[in-house]
């Protein structure tokens, strides 16, 4: 067993939350883990252990919202076929591309997707096969390069339509089959190494806290709001580490660099106002949803 030291502490205490999230809104954890841990370990030591934890999350999510899945399977059937292609093709990216460009990669692919799903971006989408094809192969090459595919699968199902059990439905059953095959992928090209093992020391006993609590905190919260938050707080940590990899490349001076960061927050802060000044209710409104929660 590997000595704790401020890394692993750290990443405990940053995984811990991420399960906290994922286990409320059914995802999260990549892409909340990520973006600080990459400030201590690289992509290729990080991915996999990432995705051996979310088999199992993954798996777990799914049997509870097994209700959902016929309603909604049709519908992600064409980026499950997508994803496998990705998901080859993003692994082998990973195995031979240098650390510190895939490190800015995955930051600079994931901001504006946070961005936009922060900003309520909604565009009808009723071609699932035309769509879900071309989406899916993206989406694995994502996954299987940063880990990280809720914010663009939540941004899609959002603008399909799903209600809220067949959204988390959806999300289980695409996630469960890009980390499976993520993992076989890993495995095929020997990324399962030692640094990568010692990291579910600090992942296994944060999912097993994490999760269980968010799952049962949501039902007390508004989970729009609670969504809202986290996204922001998500922004916030890949534009540091946006900052931090163009310092490390050396593709800006450390005083502009930050300056990315500086952009990310206010641009943040502002859909924040944006958000509370539209969708905060009435105290009369909030009233009637306690009055409705307790008769129920």
Not at 225 to 239: E, H, L, P, Q
Not at 278 to 285: I, K
Request: aromatic content about 14%.
């Amino acid at each position: 067993m590997p000595e704790f030291d401020g890394a692993m502490l750290f990443l405990a205490a940053t995984t811990c939350f991420a399960a906290f999230v994922n286990g409320a809104i059914g995802y999260g954890f990549s892409s909340l883990t990520v973006p600080l841990a990459l400030v201590f370990y690289t992509n290729r030591i990080l991915n996999p252990a990432i995705v051996i934890i979310e088999v199992f999350v993954n798996f777990y999510v799914l049997v509870i919202n097994l209700k959902g899945v016929p309603a909604v399977w049709r519908r992600v059937f064409p980026i499950l076929l997508g994803l496998l292609p990705g998901i080859a093709l993003g692994g082998y990216a990973l195995a031979s591309l240098q650390p510190g460009w895939m490190k800015f990669a995955t930051y600079t692919i994931i901001l504006p997707l946070i961005l936009l799903q922060a900003a309520g971006w909604r565009r009808p989408i009723e071609s699932s096969w035309l769509i879900g094809l071309p989406f899916g192969s993206m989406l694995g090459i994502l996954y299987s390069v940063t880990t990280i595919s809720g914010p663009p699968l939540a941004m899609l199902f959002n603008n399909q339509g799903l209600v809220k059990n067949e959204f988390r439905a959806g999300l289980a059953l695409v996630r469960v089959v890009e980390s499976s095959a993520t993992a076989f992928v890993y495995y095929k090209l020997g990324l399962f190494i030692s640094e990568s093992g010692s990291l579910l020391y600090a992942f296994i006993p944060s999912v097993l806290l994490g999760i269980p609590l968010g799952s049962y905190v949501i039902r007390r919260l508004d989970p729009e709001m609670f969504r809202r938050i986290c996204m922001s707080f998500d922004a916030w940590i890949v534009g540091f580490g946006l900052s931090r990899v163009l310092i490390e490349l050396d593709l800006v001076q450390n005083a502009w660099a930050y300056s990315v960061m500086t952009a990310t927050i206010l641009i943040d802060f502002c859909l924040l106002y944006a958000f509370f000044t539209t969708h905060s209710p009435t105290w009369s409104e909030r009233q009637s949803r306690r009055s409705a929660d307790f008769s129920a």
